[in-house]
């Protein structure tokens, strides 16, 4: 019957509140209790290097692109041998909502996440981490990829030194 | 002279420890509705604060006293600013006509435990409870906000309503008790409450009161995940801890309410008469604030329905049989 | 008129109109890299195929390459073109590679967005891949020749519409190669647009390099302030800083594409002597302090000597409405002391040709549909670029150019070039106009009369006169000239360079008030005891520096808005900073009397690169960002005026100098503009005439306007500074050999504003006898004021 | 005693009237007119008529100004005009209300009329006015309560929305 449904719907929810009101609490009390995340988890966020110890972001601005709390800033230079990286790069942590956009958009595996979730801070602009704060001496999750090997760009390798590349082309010969 | 002297000191002195029970209750309250909410969900509730959180109330205050009291641009600056007071005065004028105790004999003269034994102490509380709209409705209307504007309107609409049906409600009782002095319902009581004589009055008188207080789940007015915080989105500070206070004073104010109304006031067996009192408005509370923990928030339109369309009709019928019943009885 | 049926929907198009453009009626968005509004289709790229279902062609075809005809049914959305194109898609890939991250182009490319709408997401091809060693190509563009999929743009864009000869296509099947012969600068004053051309990221901005990506670009359609034509552009900054300048699209004046001096001179904006703050007396004061200083000091002034001791000076690159204000400003005192640009012969150039040129007014896109121009006195590589790619376009059309001028005048074109004294263009004007030629000897007659046939037997002619060289009075004869030659079938079109992008809005508003000159002279007899500049350098600016000079010393009061480090700015006695006008919005009437608007890209204030002082922006947080006092002109004059500072508001209030202003009301910014009705009645012009020499016994020199680099605001820009040239003067050969002089040879020129060591050229098109030397910011051939006249003497210098 | 906190409350009556009647803002004038009501209820309690004196405010103050302010609000009636001058001068009339209407309060409740037996048959007992509403007076009430029906359903009539297609 339907005003019975109603009823037993109305009051079976304060029997369950009741039972839960003498049930252990489930919460993990944090600044003495603390938990391991696993590796995969999205806290703090670093920069990675190449294998060969060279910094991998190149500024492309993707991952400020896909920041959906516009968190990430960063302009991009050239050095000498013609390779593109951040001149400053900034992450202000104090906006940061730790959605692992970045890392998903970073073409070059640079920006990673990692489980240090403990960055809490009373003074604002120590959230605000510049690329030194960043940088960390290491792949992270992935420990073969440079991107520079495979752009095409002659950084790493000369140009057409790639392993998918012929050496470059004399347009001014006709021999085939 | 000498005699309205004496008066005037002894309503002082009632009224001084009413606002102070009153208001540490009310800040307790709060305390306990977070631990109580917490523990229903698995969780502790405030424990930070001193030993199991209990200067938590001590810190809310602080807090809001030294907040920014924020007056947002274009709102009715002084409707704006008295509104919050309109509401926590109302609330704890209700206090004046509740009886906590039988009198007292001190010093050879009967000290009434009530500040004024008024014959209509009934019309009275809802007189100020009626009035208690006026400072959410103004609040919300001088706050020059959508939000707080809408959260006026259903305030409103949502208080008209169900005093309606409170009134219906406590028909019973009165008619029960021949009189509207709180002091004479509670002395009616003293046999057995009323809440096993009008059972139906009383489950009438609880949804309508917790419409009335715009607690959960009726607290359409400060439907915060509709809109915003209702008719308090744009206080901040004290102006907003007041409403905050107001709330909870009212929340006592129902548990005396409801004590002297349903649970048969001060009477019961081997305590004294004014810890029961107090036992039973904290059990009223604490069905309050189990119901908050328990049940979700109903549609605008369904809240209006129900009022309308369900409870107004069941607490005439109520009326109906009530009178009929003791008619009966009686003759 | 035909009439076809795409993707089940019917448009009916102009004859003539091939099927691709049909679909962009429908907003059907066909994939293309080759095809191209300005430049046509060539069907090279092979990306724009669509499914001929029913009609005159059948099957798969490139839709650019069809005209369209009555009664077609045409499909893009058929499965065999969408395989065709996604296959197409994959072939420009199989070389490309894959550097997304690290290309410019990144945000804009068409190879991506194609790459995307053709379907291709995997590449399947395992073999190796083509690479290339790419070229230096100057100081505006970086080439990545990997990312190259050969649609031909930047050759159609660099040689066929803009006439450069030192860019081409090389090699042949997967090693085609767009460049060079040899590594080097590419020549032509239009390289830049190359840039907007490519679809992909082989041809970059250079100075824009790495800066920004797209999507953090503040883009806002705007008008280049750099000459009177009025192109389209679309400035884009980022960090408080103007990064680059790409084409707007207009048809009326440039269509598709800019010059080198519009694309890359954005950078006076970011100038880091720019005066950001309000100074008195040289020390930096709040803007309330400077704006009470000026009303209060003026209202002494006007006290004590009466309201014509104040002089007003408007400018070409100040917006109409801060011209407009500064009229009302004048007025409010009574004061009659107002000029609206410091070149008194551009002044009066483009009054008259205000006043006069009525129904003759034609555009740049007039002028692209011409049969026939003739350029009187008018360089437009200097001073205005973009005619000259008009001009060629007209040339491409079968149009016939003639170019009489004492300079040489290059254009990217076949032209007759008739060199011809400056002082002697008005008279020929005349004598056109009235077809009587008797006043010239035989030879010039034999020169001029086909000239004049020409003339009668075009279907639409155009003559383009110089406001430098020519004057009041040569622009007034131009006017008249055209009006007699005009027939009941065909006007002959007239148009002007003028001064800046402004002349005439200001010379609306001036109307027959008196020009710079006299205010000089009042300066100089100190009635005139205050003079308020609005973005204008009467210092640098005036025909006659020296002698603006000496009188403006004694000025009691100089007050001065700018937004440039100009001679003004510095010696002022108030400065109020003004913003650039990638920095506000407002309106300014081009030298055809189109009126348009632009708007602001970026807030102004220092560029965080400046105030970052090395590798960050700073850490710590102002109220105020640093350097962002400047305020738009007309927002400081409406503060000055005590106004309301809304712009709508002032527009408003601005029809009562000319009915035609109430136009501003219509305005939208990024449009083809409002043309400016023709009206009749404009007071007339009393012209003082051009100051000339007196031919004393040395050379005479005429001072000309310098190429890309050396225009004010250009100056200022860092990437121009690459093209601005080192001192020159050029020479007829003749002459330079009378003077024993050679092509290359060092030589020491003494004017009255000092010794410059320079480099002779010659040239066969000059008159001879004259001494020709550009305007140059920050040598001693500062001085020379476009289209004047001084003495010179040249001496050869042994080389160093 | 009573007859001086009559005419203070008198005073106190038509003051919070006259104010009601002239403020602009239509939210104000209700806050003026419940304190007029407030005046009235005391002035009920003060001769004698306490229950009155409640339904007063219950039913004027508690709901029929409240659904006026309802009104009000819905339609935004509110002007939008920023007001003018000092804030405090402008509600300086409220607060003195207020004020003496609390004065009295205190006053009639210290010193209970009762007490002085100047009205013999004080208190209008609830069971009075009920047998004179519904046996003396019953004819009244009903013609009164079925007028009121019949204004409410003719309200609603007048102001449903029509049917498609019909024109008034």
Known sequence: MNLWRDIKGTLQPFWVTLGYLFKKPVTIQYPEEKRTPPPRYRARIVLTCNPDGSERCVACQLCSAACPVNCISMQAAEAADGRRYAAWFRINFSRCIFCGLCTEACPTMAIQTTPDYEICNRDVLKLVHEKEDLLIDGCGKDTEYNFYEHSGIGVVNERGGNEDEYGPVDPKSLLP | MNDLLISLVLILVKLGLILGVVLTMAAYLVLAERKILGRMQLRYGPNRIGPGGMMQPLCDVIKLLTKEDFVPDRADKWIFLFAPGLTALAALLSFAVV?????????????????????????YIFGLSSLAVYGVVLGGWASNSKYSLLGALRGLAQLVSYELALGLALVPVVMSAKSFSLNAIVMAQADWPNLLRHPLAFIIFMISITAESKRTPFDMPEAENEIVAGYHTEYSGMRFGLFFVGEYINLVVIGAMTTVFFLGGWHGPFLPPVVWFILKVLFVAFLFIWARGSMPRPRYDQLMHFGWKVLIPLALLNVVLSGAISLAVNS | MPKLTIDNLEVTVPEGTNVLEAACALDIAIPHFCYHEALGAVGSCRLCAMMFTDGPVKGLQMACMVKAQDGMVVSSTHPDAMELREHVIEWAMTNHPHDCPVCDEGGECQLQEMTVAGGHSKRRFRGKKATFTNQDLGPFIQQEMNRCITCYRCVRTYRDYCGGTDYGVLGSRNRIFYGRFQEGKLESPFSGNIIDACPTGVLTSKPFRFKTRLWDLQEAPSICPHCSLGCAIVPGGRYREVQRVRAGINRETNGFFICDRGRFGYDHVNHPERPRQPRIGGQPVALETALDAVRDRIAVLVEAHGPNSIAFLGSSRASLEANALLRDW??????????????????????TLAARVGGHACSLGDLRQSDLIILFGADPLAEGPMLAVAIRQAVRGGAKVVTIDPRPVELPCTTLHIPLPASRLPELLAALGSGDLSAFDAQERATFAPLLDQIKAARRPAMVGGADLLGGQGIA??????????????????MALLGGPNSYGGALLAGDGPGFDTLLDAIQERTVRALVCLESDPFCEALDPARAQAALGHLELLVCIDSTPSLAAQRADIFLPSRANAEMSGSYINNEGRLQEFLPVIDPGLPIKVTGAGDHPPREFFQTTPGSAPAADWWLLAKLLERATILAELRKTMAKYDERFSMLSFLAAGTTGLRLPVKVALPPVADRGLPHADGSDNQTLLATTGPLGSHWLAHLSAPLAATEPQPYVCLHPDFAAALGLASGDRARLTTRFGHCHVEVRLSAQMVSGLVLAPQLWDTALEGLAPGSLHDCRLEKEARA | MTTVLFYILGFILLAATLMCITRRNPVHAVIY???????????????????VAAWEVIVYAGAIMVLFLFIIMMLGLAPQEVPEGPGWQRWLPLVLLSASLMACSLLIILQDPAAGQEIPDFYLAPQALGEALFSRYAMAVEMVSFQLLFATIGAFLLGRPLPKGEDQ
Do not use: K, W
């Not at chain 3, 004869?477 to 007239?494: E, I, P, Q």
């Open chain 3, 477 to 494: 004869a131009l006017c008249s000239a055209a009006a007699d030659l005009s027939t009941a079938s065909r006007a002959v079109g007239v």
């Open chain 4, 33 to 51: 007119l419940v304190a007029g009501f407030f005046a009235l209820a005391l002035m009920f309690y003060l001769l004698g008529a306490p229950l």
């Open chain 3, 330 to 351: 004048a007025s409010a005192y009574g004061s009659e002391q107002l000029a609206y640009e410091a070149h008194q012969g551009r002044d009066y150039a483009a009054r």
């Open chain 2, 99 to 123: 009886p906590f105790s039988p009198p007292v004999t001190l010093f050879g003269r009967e000290i009434p435990m009530v500040v004024c034994d008024l014959n209509i102490g009934l019309l």
